[in-house]
């Protein structure tokens, strides 16, 4: 474990404080800096010896991310009004809704602070690129619903039918995990008592969106005009999939011809680049971080050198 595990672990939100007040917040304040300040450690003091997470960092000021730069170099901070610096010794920890390099590209995020911050930078692609993590996130998110008429009903007393995971894996989740969260919410209070949700208690706000995403076949934010691997060669990719006849005597497993379809496109832009992980990202319009746990996923084997 970490030497700072049983130390403070602090969270804040920089998107839900406005920029006044997050500076006094994160520094503290000295006893007649403004009208009504008294001597008060801010959250970097308050985190000594521990962490400080600080959520949607491009949502900061590059005047604050500037002072906080100073404080993550010299391990000092002053506080609003004073003229003494305290030393600090805090981990930072710091997300971003969108991904870094567009975050610094459009001056969101400071490069000097960025590169000061990012030791390890861990990118979490968005919920339609990761379909099958749906039913574990929707079973922990039923495991922490309850009803008040029902305090006392087992954590697997909520349900989805096949159905509903069916739709939820086919969405593309424009408001990624939350809007999942909120949406199970939503289920679990129109169904009203322990039991199985079915597509009839999902909201008619998320099916009329389901709709729409179906109609309009926009089941991903890449542009259309995005560029892919080898896009001329589309249909020498179909006919290595499963013959489509199969459907006239059965059926066919739609989901496994797209996995299929999937990992032909990435093995492709893999030779085409060379193995080289960011540059066949870059073919495929993704980030290294995704490509890397599309491969994964995938089981496609990379080439030792």
């Not at 939100?13 to 406005?18: E, K, L, V």
């Not at 009208?35 to 604050?64: F, I």
């Not at 981990?91 to 971003?96: A, H």
């Not at 489509?244 to 059965?250: C, D, K, T, V």
Request: charged content about 25%; aromatic content about 6%.
């Amino acid at each position: 474990a970490s030497p700072r595990a049983s130390r403070p672990f602090i969270p804040v939100n920089c998107a839900a404080i406005p920029d006044n007040l997050l500076e006094t917040t994160l520094f503290g304040t000295a006893k007649g800096a403004f009208t009504g300040a008294v001597d008060k450690a801010g959250l970097l003091e308050e985190a000594q010896g521990g962490t400080l997470l600080l959520d949607e960092l491009n949502s900061m000021s590059l005047e604050l991310q500037a002072k906080l730069l100073r404080v993550v170099q010299e391990k000092k901070v002053r506080r609003v009004g004073a003229l003494q610096e305290i030393p600090v010794d805090v981990n930072f920890i710091s997300t971003s809704n969108i991904p870094p390099s567009r975050a610094m590209d459009e001056k969101k995020i400071r490069t000097d602070l960025f590169y000061r911050l990012a030791v390890v930078v861990l990118e979490i692609p968005p919920l339609r690129q990761r379909p099958s993590d749906i039913p574990l996130l929707c079973d922990h998110f039923l495991k922490q619903l309850s009803f008040p008429a029902h305090p006392t009903f087992p954590p697997n007393g909520i349900t989805l039918s096949s159905r509903v995971i069916e739709i939820f894996k086919h969405y593309p989740w424009p408001g990624n995990v939350r809007e999942l969260e909120h949406t199970l919410k939503a289920a679990t209070a129109i169904l009203g008592r322990p039991g199985r949700i079915t597509p009839d208690h999902l909201s008619d706000y998320f099916m009329n969106n389901v709709k729409k995403f179906s109609e309009t076949g926009k089941t991903s934010a890449v542009p259309e005009s995005a560029p892919v691997a080898d896009t001329k060669n589309l249909s020498d990719m179909l006919a290595e999939l499963p013959d489509p006849g199969l459907m006239e005597s059965g059926t066919i497993d739609l989901a496994a011809a797209l996995t299929s379809l999937e990992t032909l496109c990435v093995q492709k832009a893999l030779v085409r680049a060379g193995y080289n992980i960011s540059k066949a990202g870059r073919f495929l319009s993704l980030s290294p971080q995704t490509l890397r746990y599309k491969i994964n996923k995938l089981g496609i084997r990379i080439p030792k050198e």
